[in-house]
């Protein structure tokens, strides 16, 4: 017996896929049929975490509902749904594809860490400006502050500074003592939220400080390079008990900006979009042009100078990001 449904993608793994009928969390296994393109997409994976799907599965008189299925007798996704956003980046450095992290997200916690391993800006900025292109709201997670000592006031300060100067939220969490966990949970129940960053802020720790039943994978930091390893490998959602689901993403060591032009860059900096309606010239590129407001709220330290800093590094990329 064929029946026909609708299902999130709660989980990928390669070519195979986990489906569930959300806010029922019943998994059962799913594959493609034959090859679906998005249109417009250059995407490198047609079905991401969070989509929306139409399947169709063979199940027999015995069977309750596809939630009985196996990977030997798995559904099959037959069609897309539209995206309401997404989070995707360029896929490896210098490539022309793109890859989608995740869909239909009701937030992303972007969770970053002063130390071990040191913030990168410059990277964060652009995870900010991805959120902003395609309609993802941000929170800034600012994880292990257990090991921030007054040794690092002035840089917590700074960057507080920065990123509330901008328009941005940032929660101070610890997954070691629990710190800020209550407020992420609340943050969390009810809607579809992401989490990602660079390997080894803590992700994974953080999903399982908030429902200590979940089992994400987590790595220790290298030594030599700062970097997580043994840690997500793959696009997971986590029902979290308390209310609310989870993607978990792979720590990402790089994030090339998608389908933005040059001229548009400015627009998805908060501030700068602000601070642009004084500039003499339209369009501006806010960096020769005379009578540039942007330029004036950079030197009088309304805007910050890392921030803008990480702008002139996306006009001068040239298809390159580090």
């Known amino acids: 017996m064929i029946i026909k449904g609708q299902a999130t993608v709660v989980k990928h793994t390669g070519s195979h896929y986990l489906l569930s009928r959300l806010p029922q969390w019943e998994l059962f296994p799913a594959v493609l049929r034959g090859k679906i393109r998005l249109k417009g997409s250059s995407a490198t994976n047609p079905v991401a975490v969070g989509d929306i799907v139409d399947f169709e599965a063979d199940i027999t008189e015995e069977m309750s509902g596809p939630e009985c299925l196996t990977l030997e007798n798995p559904a099959v996704i037959t069609a897309v749904h539209p995206r309401s956003n997404y989070i995707i980046r360029k896929s490896t450095n210098l490539s022309r594809q793109s890859h989608i992290i995740a869909s239909n997200l009701d937030r992303a916690f972007l969770v970053v860490t002063l ?103 987590v790595g220790d930091i290298s030594d030599a390079h700062e970097q997580g390893r043994h840690t997500t490998t793959f696009y997971e959602m986590y029902q979290v008990r308390t209310g609310g689901f989870i993607v978990d993403t792979p720590g990402l060591r790089g994030f090339g900006l998608v389908d933005l032009k040059k001229e548009e860059i400015a627009l998805y900096f908060p501030e700068m979009l602000k601070a642009s309606e004084g500039c003499r010239f339209a369009p501006c590129t806010h960096t020769h042009e005379p009578g540039c407001a942007v330029k004036d709220a950079v030197e009088n330290g309304v805007i910050s100078y890392e921030r803008y800093s990480s702008y002139l590094g996306m006009l001068d990329e040239e298809g390159k990001y580090r």
Do not use: W
Request: charged share 20%.
């Open 115 to 217: 130390d071990f391993p040191q913030v990168k800006l410059p990277f964060l900025d652009r995870l900010l400006v991805t959120c902003e292109v395609y309609n993802v709201p941000p929170v800034i997670v600012l994880n292990k502050c257990d090991l921030y000592g007054p040794e690092y006031d002035q840089m917590r300060a700074a960057f507080h500074e920065i990123y509330e100067g901008a328009g941005y939220r940032i929660v101070e969490v610890s997954a070691h003592t629990g710190q800020g966990i209550d407020e992420l949970r609340d943050m969390v129940s009810g809607s579809v939220s992401l989490f990602s960053g660079v390997s080894g802020v803590g992700k994974s720790s953080l999903i399982k400080a908030l429902d200590p039943s979940l089992e994400p994978r």
